[in-house]
Each structure stands twice: as C-alpha cells, then as structure tokens.
C-alpha cells in the first residue's frame, strides 16, 4: 500500500523532536512553519556554489520529455512538487548533502546512456533504493557487523544496546523516504543501508567522502542486494518502546534473513 504523508498541519510536532528528523533542526523552519515553503525559498537556502535548482514540477516542466536525471544533468533543474512532504525532504537532502546527490545523478546518466531513459538496470535500482530509504553506517566491532548480517536483531539492539550509545555504530540517514515516513508516530522504519568498517572513530564527513568516491568509481550501488536492511525503530532513543526488551523480541520490523542471503563486505576504511 502507498504511503501518504500527513497534512502539513496534522504532523505532531513531537515528531520533529524525535529521530531521524530531529537531526534536521537546522532546518525546522523549512520543516515545522505553519506554511509550506516556496520553490524561491528553498533556493535561498542553496549554497551560493549550488550546481542546481529547485523548480516547479508543473505539466509545463514535463512538457519536455526529459527523465527526472537528464533534466537535473543537463540544466541544474530539480523538479520540485510544491506542498508536498516527499519533494521537500527530497530537497533538504539536498541542501545538506549536494556532493552525494550529484554523484547519484552522474551515476544514473551513465545508465540511462546504456539502458535508455525507459528501461533500468541493477545498478539504477540500487541507487533509487538508496536515493529513497538509504542509511549510512558506520561498524567499529566486526562482532557487531556479524550479529547483523544474520539479522540477529536481539544482539544487535539489545544485547550489544552500548554500542549504539558510545558510537562504536554511527548511522545518517540520507533517503528521503525514511524522512517522509518519520512523520507518522507508528511506523516503524526499515533503512537500507551502506556498511562501512572503521578500526577506530571516523569523522562522518570522511565516510561521506568515501561513499561518493565509492559511488563515483562504480564500487558500490551496482545492485540491490548490496544494501543491507537496518530496523531503525531498534536504535536507542529512536523509539521510546525500545527501552523494554519485550520489543526487541517481537516487533515486527525485525525480519529473518533468507537462507539464501548474503551481503558484501562492509567497505573498510582507512
């Protein structure tokens, strides 16, 4: 079933307090003001050396026959639904994450140049899963990256619940999906997420270096299964029920893992 956001002025406001949209107060008059921002609006807030613009995604933009990517390629333009929750995170990810959102773009040109712009490929759809619902993680303890590539989800958040408290997991979420899903108090959100290995504490700014370069050299985001899914709602502080164990021994959001799955080395950082 489709998700539909809540209107603008249905949102808690709690919700904003909470992660994983508590990390976005700097933005909180974007997101929390009484009246939707403007496509100008958010262009103010563009960096003076943005590559891109916001634009109205109205039936005369689309006039063009352009794909979302080649008109983002070819003339800087994102086209941008105005009152509408999924296009502002969109744009706010934007905002903060410029150089990682080009780098999707210039990833998706280059499989759009082989595929057509109908057709898509592996690659396209990990990117558009990443782009959407994508997490950055983080693994200091490789017990830890064990415990989740079994979906051993108990270890993970509850036996190993420190961790998550003392840094040993950092996590940014970057898909505005989760974003968009966070507005609603009951969901529970399921990221897919980039593994990272670092043997000791690494600023998140290297990590994002590293993940565009990655993305850039086609090293990573060349097929779904590489993502690995990650039960956001289990994190510390992101669910107040997470604090009772009974949680983490039967929410739904923790699933099995196939027999048959298996997962890519967490990329390893110097």
């Given amino acids: 079933m489709r998700y539909h956001a809540p209107p603008r002025e249905a949102v808690d406001p709690a919700m904003f307090a ?27 807030a563009l960096l003076n050396e943005a590559t891109i613009r916001f634009v ?8 063009d026959g352009m794909h979302y990517e080649q008109r ?8 941008t639904r105005e009152g509408n929750w999924h296009d502002l995170l969109n744009a706010l990810i934007w905002l903060r994450y410029p150089e990682l959102k080009q780098s999707l773009n210039q990833r998706q040109m280059a499989e759009i140049a082989q595929m057509g712009p109908k057709l898509r490929s592996r690659a396209q759809y990990a990117m558009t899963h ?7 993680v983080v693994v200091r303890d490789p017990t830890l990256l064990a415990l989740w590539d079994a979906h051993d989800w108990y270890g993970l958040f509850w036996r190993q619940r420190q961790a998550w408290l003392d840094g040993a997991i950092q996590v ?8 968009e ?3 609603s108090p009951n969901k529970l959100l399921v990221g897919k997420a980039l593994a990272f290995h670092a043997a000791c504490e690494v600023d998140m700014f290297d990590v994002r270096r590293a993940c565009i370069e990655a993305i850039a050299a086609g090293q990573l985001l060349c097929d779904p299964l590489e993502l690995r899914p990650l039960p956001l709602s289990g994190i510390p502080g992101w669910r107040a029920e997470n604090d009772e164990e009974a949680f983490h021994r ?10 048959d799955r298996q997962y890519p080395e967490a990329m390893r950082l110097v």
Avoid: M
């Fill in 18 to 44: 909470r992660q994983p949209l508590a990390a976005w107060h700097e933005y909180a008059a974007l997101l929390e003001g009484d009246k939707w921002p403007s496509i100008d609006g958010l262009n103010d």
């Fill in 56 to 63: 109205a995604q109205t039936p005369a933009l689309l006039a």
């Fill in 72 to 79: 983002i390629a070819a003339r800087g333009e994102v086209a």
């Fill in 130 to 136: 990443f782009d959407e619902a994508g997490v950055i």
């Fill in 172 to 179: 940014e979420v970057f898909g505005h999906a989760l974003l």
């Fill in 181 to 183: 899903h966070a507005l």
């Fill in 250 to 259: 039967t929410t739904v959001c923790y699933q099995p893992r196939r027999l």
